[in-house]
């Protein structure tokens, strides 16, 4: 017994000296006192109905730009292209303040020309659900502006209360995408010929696609 002890143990001894080459040639490359291994921890996106940013930067501020289609809601125009920029400042959880400019060319229904369309106004806005609460932010604003039509029957200046709803997803901490729908009631409107009676106004509507970056 004592003599195939003996044996069993340098046998053992002999498979592990052979073995040792290739463990240390298996911790050539790990770095000095870590093990090697191979579980390796990538990120990966959120679910498609949860939102893709999770903290927002406060105050948030996004200069946006867009393009869309502007219609007259009294027939005075046909539907026409539109453009659009927008400056947003975030104040609070839910309140931000915008600047709107939204421009477009329309062919007058009785075809005498067009009418290039302008508008400048100031609103306060509500984000209904905040960008990191949902796969989409939904809005509405309201708020005062200047409008004025250039072309046969056009005007200067009109007083135009602008309301739209309006969907956002930031893309990335920078990156911002929407869509927004706005009416803009006018007041002081008269867009007619000369002495004509029941002259057509000036309220519009307008659906624009939206690009920006927020800082």
Partial sequence: ???????????????????????AQGDVNAPPGREPSINVALPTPPPADQPLIRALPQPLFVIDGGAGVLGYVGGTGRLGPAWSVRVTADFARRFAVEG???GSVNRRADNTGSLTYT???????YNVLRADEAPVQPYISAGLGWAAWLGPGGR???????????????LTQRIKIGARFNFRP??????????????????????VANVGGAF
């Fill in 186 to 207: 006018a007041f002081f409107d008269d867009l007619g010929h000369a002495n004509e009676p029941n002259p057509p106004g000036g309220d519009t509507w307008s659906l």
């Fill in 100 to 102: 709107n400019y939204i």
């Fill in 119 to 125: 508008s400048l106004d100031a609103d306060i806005r």
């Fill in 156 to 170: 200067p200046a009109s007083l135009v209360l602008p309301v739209a709803v309006g969907v956002e997803r930031m």
């Fill in 1 to 23: 017994m004592r003599t195939r002890g003996i044996v069993a143990v340098g046998l053992v001894a002999s498979f592990v000296a052979l073995q040792a080459p290739a463990f």
